[in-house]
């Protein structure tokens, strides 16, 4: 499946396909910590960072 296939899917509550192609963020808390996490690994840009009370997450790592 295609990375913005994959947020769309994964997430369609906190992540939106703009005009221009680029992923928009909806409301960050509307998809579980999980399901952010796989899609942030599965970005084939790698455009999607997560953090959590200001510090990053590793992606590798659990979110809770």
């Known amino acids: 499946m295609h990375g ?3 947020l769309h899917v994964l ?3 906190t992540f939106e396909l703009g005009d221009d192609g680029h992923a928009v ?4 808390t509307a998809t579980d910590d999980e399901r952010l996490k796989v899609a ?3 970005c084939p840009v790698g455009a999607i960072a997560l953090s959590r009370n ?3 997450v590793a992606l590798g790592e659990g979110t809770s």
């Open 40 to 42: 942030a690994e599965g």
């Open 54 to 56: 200001g510090v990053a």
């Open 4 to 6: 913005l296939g994959q």
């Open 25 to 28: 963020i909806l409301d960050p």
């Open 11 to 13: 997430a369609p509550d």
